[in-house]
């Protein structure tokens, strides 16, 4: 992945786009899953309004894409598809948005979960809880250094999400130790009053021998 270094009003702003990490043959322009859908809620799209108002200046918008599955075919042959990108139905499971705050080493993910991550009635499954911590702890990593993968996720689950609402996830970089980012991470209410998921994690880039996201 590449990423563009753009001088602006004296501030270094790094600009991830989706150009860059998509080859060429990519027949056409992927849906952008990150852009508002008429499935999004009130909350979600206010607080997406609020953070898109921030990356003005000093913050980074993040266009999640679905393309990866579509780009790995092409390589690996599958039919692979990003997981959490893999449902097309607006929605219907993991709608989110990624912000990426350069100063703070801190990243921010609105989370509005559809009725198809259902675990507990009523509630959203914790599977799909740490599938979403673990991909806002893997882009943070990963956009702080470069591709890595998750070798160590530890999640306490501290209350349950009313399937449907919107949460706020953020990740902060604790400790960066040679090729290892240490990274936590707390799943709130949108108003940050109640806590719902806690977790740290491990997210070392593959060393040379490992079987890491090198095809990427
Ligand atoms: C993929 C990122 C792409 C980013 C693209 C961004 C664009 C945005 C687009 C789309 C966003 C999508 C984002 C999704 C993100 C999802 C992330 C995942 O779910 S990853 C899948 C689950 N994880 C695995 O399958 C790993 C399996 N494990 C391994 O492959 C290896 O064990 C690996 C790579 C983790 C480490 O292997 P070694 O050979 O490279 O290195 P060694 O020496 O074993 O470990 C390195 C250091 O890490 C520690 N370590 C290893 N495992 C540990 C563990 N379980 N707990 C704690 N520390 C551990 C070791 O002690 C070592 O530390 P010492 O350097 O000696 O100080």
Redesign the pocket.
């Given at each position: 992945?590449k990423l563009s270094k753009k001088k602006k009003n004296k501030q270094t702003v790094f600009c991830f786009n989706v150009q860059h990490v998509l080859p060429k043959i990519f027949p056409r322009k992927p849906r952008d899953f990150s852009l508002p859908n008429s499935s999004w809620g009130k909350e979600m799209m206010e607080l997406y309004n609020h953070y898109n108002r921030l990356t003005a200046d000093q913050s980074v918008y993040l266009c999640?894409v679905s393309s990866?599955g579509a780009y790995l075919s092409k390589i690996i042959q599958s039919k692979a598809r990003?997981f959490t990108r893999n449902i097309r139905d607006p929605g219907a499971a993991f709608e989110y948005v990624l912000f990426f705050r350069q100063d703070k080493l801190k990243c921010v993910c609105i989370f509005q979960a559809g009725h198809l991550l259902e675990g507990p009635p009523g509630h959203v499954h914790g599977g799909a809880i740490a599938t979403m911590i673990?991909?806002v702890t893997?882009?943070h990593a990963?956009?702080l250094s470069a591709?890595?993968?998750?070798?160590?996720l530890n999640v306490n689950y501290r209350s349950p999400i009313p399937l449907g609402s919107t949460v706020l996830i953020e990740s902060i970089l604790d400790k960066e130790d040679?090729r290892?980012m240490y990274i936590s991470c707390r799943v709130t209410s949108t108003d940050g009053s109640k806590l719902h998921t806690e977790a740290t994690g491990?997210c070392?880039q593959?060393?040379e021998?490992?079987?890491?996201?090198s095809h990427?």
């Open positions: 992945m999640c990866g990003l673990d991909t893997g882009t990963s956009l591709p890595v993968m998750t070798a160590n040679g290892k491990n070392p593959p060393g021998s490992s079987e890491g996201p990427l």
